[in-house]
T-cell receptor
Framework: GESVGLHLPTLSVQEGDNSIINCAYS??????FIWYKQESGKGPQFIID?????DKRQGQRVTVLLNKTVKHLSLQIAATQPGDSAVYFC??????????FGQGTELSVKP | DTGVSQDPRHKITKRGQNVTFRCDPI?????LYWYRQTLGQGPEFLTY????????KSRLLSDRFSAERPKGSFSTLEIQRTEQGDSAMYLC???????????FGQGTRLTVV
């Protein structure tokens, strides 16, 4: 069946370092993936997305990499800041625009 | 603030009571989604509307749950005869058909005691 999962439940990094959050998916037919950031008590916030016809997409301080061969997705955050502390989810879009989320990785940034 | 608003933000209810949540999407968005999120987990899809039509319901949506979007604008999610297992964050999201980004509200946190 379909599943989107994450390798690590928690990640702790030093302020200024780069962060890498990983995600594995099982549906090889998946076409569209999104990373969301969720702060405590708030709804998920869109960070960056990527389609299956791409292997890399860059945003402001964030980069998403897609490896379709091994069905792996990663989110890289450059120069991590305390404000980046949150739970990060990868999600896969299904028919009708509904999203299938993974469990999440909690990112903690140490000053 | 994403422009999607949910009310109430928090709800505590006794087991067996009915509760209703409201979601106001971004006005030009024709798609509206409901998700449920329990602690430490990612959001799980419940149902979605395109305009006023409810196009899909998850198996998670038992017969105690009902959602409406009568005029294709705001939506309500009602849970009848609440159970402790219904305790969760209920999230609403909206988007426009043909686009990809869905905007989430702040959620309604339900606690059933």
């Amino acid at each position: 069946g379909e599943s989107v999962g994450l390798h690590l439940p928690t990640l702790s990094v030093q302020e200024g370092d780069n962060s890498i959050i990983n995600c594995a998916y099982s549906n090889s037919a998946s076409d569209y993936f999104i990373w969301y950031k969720q702060e405590s008590g708030k709804g998920p916030q869109f960070i960056i997305d990527i389609r299956s016809n791409m292997d890399k997409r860059q945003g402001q301080r964030v980069t998403v990499l897609l490896n379709k061969t091994v069905k792996h997705l990663s989110l890289q955050i450059a120069a991590t800041q305390p404000g980046d502390s949150a739970v990060y989810f990868c999600a896969e879009e299904n028919q009708g625009g509904k999203l299938i989320f993974g469990q999440g990785t909690e990112l903690s940034v140490k000053p | 603030d994403t422009g999607v608003s949910q009310d109430p933000r928090h709800k505590i209810t006794k087991r067996g009571q009915n509760v209703t949540f409201r979601c106001d999407p971004i006005s030009e968005h024709n798609r509206l989604y409901w998700y449920r999120q329990t602690l430490g987990q990612g959001p799980e899809f419940l149902t979605y509307f395109q305009n006023e039509a409810q196009l899909e319901k998850s198996r998670l949506l038992s017969d105690r749950f009902s959602a409406e979007r009568p005029k294709g604008s705001f939506s309500t999610l009602e849970i009848q005869r609440t159970e402790q297992g219904d305790s969760a964050m209920y999230l609403c999201a909206s988007s426009t058909q043909g686009t990809t980004e869905a905007f989430f509200g702040q959620g309604t946190r339900l606690t059933v005691v």
